[in-house]
């Protein structure tokens, strides 16, 4: 049974940073995605990371946040910097069809 945990997020003021983690359990390594959905908006793509760790993502966030999967593929960190009010979400990830709880990240002064 495949489980998808998230973890790390909270509140930070602009320009601070935040790393959310990713427990994969139960799944054989594929693709990992981080989406987020902002109050108000539908839910947007984030960034990607394969099992060979190539890495994509949404020209918003290019250059401030980072994906990153371990050696074995049971965990994948999105690690965030530089960080606006627009980044404020709930972030989750996903693998096929399964989807963590999600976590949420607030950006405020």
């Known amino acids: 049974q495949v489980h998808l945990a998230e973890s790390g997020g909270g509140f930070v003021q602009p320009g601070g940073s935040l790393r959310l983690s990713c427990v994969v359990s139960?799944?054989?390594?594929?693709?990992v995605v981080w989406y987020r959905r902002a109050p108000g908006n539908q839910r947007e793509y984030v960034a990607v990371?394969?099992?060979?760790?190539?890495?994509m993502y949404t020209d918003s966030v290019k250059g401030r946040f980072t994906i990153s999967r371990n050696s074995a593929k049971t965990t994948v960190d999105l690690q965030l910097t530089d960080l606006t009010p627009e980044d404020t979400a709930i972030y989750y990830c996903?693998?096929?069809?399964?989807w963590g709880q999600g976590t949420q990240v607030i950006v405020s002064s």
């Open positions: 996903n693998l096929h069809e399964h």
């Open positions: 139960g799944a054989i390594a594929d693709n």
């Open positions: 990371v394969t099992p060979s760790g190539q890495t």
